[in-house]
């Protein structure tokens, strides 16, 4: 062998090594990220809003999944059993309450996993409580049943509509991440702090420019937002009651438009990914704009791990103040 192909396959033998180094190497590293985060406690949690402040409090601290869709409509879905069985394996699964996981009541008693949810009931507004001091005097009986759709539920869920309730959303997860996780306490604080300045400055920034504004009404496609007019002293004006399954009857759609005929109402809301129709049909009637308003009940998936609560609540905020102004 001449002293070139000597060199050659020296040069060859180093690069298999080198090669086979590296693989050893990038192999134990990924046996360490595996092993790192089979070490980690899983929490689960059920809707965007839910999703979304848990990853923000937790970091790269546990290992987060949704328990539902994120992207669909939350209030028909029901778990499979292959859904349940995650929960086994689970160490917290946080959900928001008040009704709005109908799934939870039927869960396997045998599943046992903690359970946090992020509202008290102390602070909760009774189910169809703004509709019944909202609907009109002339209904008859079929008109009050129009729309009570949250069969069994005692209150309205919506609290993560309005940032005042997001703040104390923050804080219950927090504990609830930090009571299986004590070492990480401080920092599940730390992040939980943050988020709730952000609202806070929210709250404080739109509680000032909503006293300059020329109507406190706005029109919204469903009875979604009873906290968020509560904590701002707004009136939502619904096409629909708690829930969105389907379209408002006509009889509906002539008061909402009375209602923006006497009021000088600018703008009309739709669910953001949902129909626009009755709001369109409004907007012929009346003039007013169609605008498309979040409910966070479910995001696309362009969204999800885009955009943040504080981010679509901000948003919503400034639209509706956009609308009343």
Not at 96 to 120: H, Q, R, Y
Not at 135 to 140: F, T
Not at 193 to 219: C, Q, R, V
Request: no cysteine; net charge negative.
């Amino acid at each position: 062998m001449n002293l070139k192909r000597k060199i050659a396959a020296l040069a060859l033998s180093l690069v298999f090594v080198a090669a086979t180094v590296s693989q050893s190497f990038a192999s134990s590293d990924a046996d360490d990220i595996k092993s790192e985060n089979s070490e980690k406690l899983t929490v689960y949690t059920s809707f965007f809003p839910i999703y979304d402040l848990t990853k923000q409090i937790e970091g790269d601290k546990v290992n987060v999944e949704a328990f539902m869709p994120l992207n669909q409509e939350p209030h028909d879905w029901e778990p499979s059993p292959d859904d349940v069985a995650k929960l086994s394996n689970a160490n917290l699964l946080i959900v928001n309450g008040a009704g709005m996981e109908e799934w939870l009541d039927d869960l396997d008693k045998s599943i046992k996993v903690e359970i946090a949810e992020v509202n008290d009931e102390d602070d909760l507004i009774l189910a169809n409580k703004d509709e019944e001091e909202h609907d009109h005097e002339d209904e008859d009986e079929s008109d009050k049943d129009h729309d009570h759709e949250h069969e069994g539920g005692k209150y309205d869920p919506h609290t993560w509509l309005s940032p005042v309730e997001g703040v104390k959303m923050v804080e219950k997860i927090s504990d609830a991440l930090a009571k299986i996780d004590e070492k990480n306490k401080e920092y599940y604080e730390k992040n939980a702090k943050k988020i709730a300045d952000e609202l806070n400055n929210l709250t404080k920034e739109y509680k000032e420019k909503f006293k300059k504004t020329g109507t406190d009404m706005f029109i919204v496609p469903h009875t979604a937002f009873s906290y968020l007019s509560r904590d701002f002293n707004l009136k939502q004006v619904p096409l629909t009651g708690l829930l969105t399954n389907g379209e408002p009857d006509m009889d509906s759609m002539r008061k909402v438009i009375d209602v923006i005929k006497e009021n000088k109402i600018k703008t009309a809301f739709f669910e953001r990914g949902g129909s626009s129709k009755a709001a369109e049909t409004i907007a012929a009637e009346t003039g007013v704009d169609v605008k498309p308003i979040a409910t966070m009940e479910f995001i696309s998936d362009d969204e999800i791990d885009n955009v943040h609560y504080q981010d679509i609540m901000k948003e919503n905020l400034e639209m509706i103040y956009e609308a009343v102004k």
